[in-house]
């Protein structure tokens, strides 16, 4: 539902958050860590960091299933291109 | 739902026809649908070709990437004045909405110029479009990127040009609903191309 009540502290905290995960991420380049880590660690990072942009920012978490599906579909059409076209690129390679 | 069907606004726009939807919200999830499908198909194909190619090598590693985390940051707290904004309007403070536009409009800004630098120092190091196939995917979707953020701070300055003592609550926070739901996920492509173009890019 809608908050009827305005407080500053929730997008501070959900920045907070936002600027932690962006250091995480910097930090697995900077520190040089071992590639295969270092790219875990960053898609981790920006995926947690979508994650909590659409859930307090967009406000996801209180929307129908219809806006779900909107938002998803894309998405999952998208990795499903990726993965159908993946074999192609391997073998060619 | 979220919102009720009364906010569609039938005391400013009598002739909209009432529905169970808020179809402004609709319209722009719809339209936010369209462009995942844009640049999730260009990050796919850069994906690819990265497998096809072994990696990107010694062009990724010079991608200037502690520039695009200033950036994150700059993004990351347009954000937060942005959901601020969002906060004073639900409280029908429109002076607070106004100057908080205006600072998200700025740190807008203030990533273009920051964009603009980058680009300047990747062209004069001889990084331009056609000189690698990686330089190629980091215009266009980068560059793309640039012009959604542009469209973002034009929506941005223009409602905060027009929100006045006078403008009726439901209005102002429908309004900025779509604009910021827009800008969030400019915000949050960006995430994404960070991730992709710069950080893993310049990765081990």
């Not at chain 2, 740190?107 to 062209?123: C, H, N, P, R």
Request: aromatic fraction near 14%; glycine fraction near 10%; charge should be negative.
């Amino acid at each position: 539902m809608e908050q009827t009540e305005f407080s500053a502290s929730d997008p501070l905290k959900t920045w907070g958050l936002l600027v932690a995960l962006l250091l995480v991420g910097a930090l697995s380049v900077a520190l040089g860590l071992p590639r295969s880590l270092a790219l875990w660690v960053i898609f981790g990072a920006a995926t947690a960091q979508a994650y909590v942009i659409g859930r307090s920012y967009m406000r996801l978490r209180s929307e129908d299933v219809l806006i779900y599906t909107l938002a998803l579909l894309p998405v999952a059409l998208v990795i499903v291109m990726a993965f159908v076209f993946t074999p192609d690129v391997a073998m060619h390679r | 739902m979220a919102d009720s069907a009364v906010e569609i606004g039938t005391a400013h726009a009598p002739h909209e026809v009432e529905t169970s939807f808020e179809i402004g919200k609709l319209g722009m999830w719809v339209f936010l649908a369209g462009e995942t499908m844009l640049f999730g198909g260009l990050m796919g194909v850069f994906i690819l070709e990265g497998i096809y190619h072994g990696g990107w090598g010694a062009d990724g590693a010079h991608v200037n990437w502690p520039l695009g985390a200033i950036n994150t940051f700059v993004l990351f707290s347009s954000s937060l004045t942005a959901a601020l904004a969002q906060g004073a309007a639900r409280v029908q403070d429109s002076a607070r909405v106004k100057r908080y536009l205006g600072v998200t409009g700025l740190l807008g800004v203030l990533f273009l110029i920051l964009k603009a630098f980058e680009y300047a120092g990747d062209f004069r190091e001889g990084f331009t479009p056609l000189a690698a196939l990686f330089w190629s995917f980091y215009y266009v979707t980068t560059g793309l990127h640039v012009l959604h953020l542009l469209a973002g701070v034009v929506a941005i300055f223009g409602l905060m040009y027009m929100v006045g003592p006078n403008t009726p609550a439901s209005w102002l926070e429908r309004k900025l609903k779509y604009v910021c739901l827009y800008w969030y996920f400019v915000e949050t492509v960006w995430v994404f191309l960070f991730a992709l173009v710069y950080l893993a890019s310049a990765a081990g």
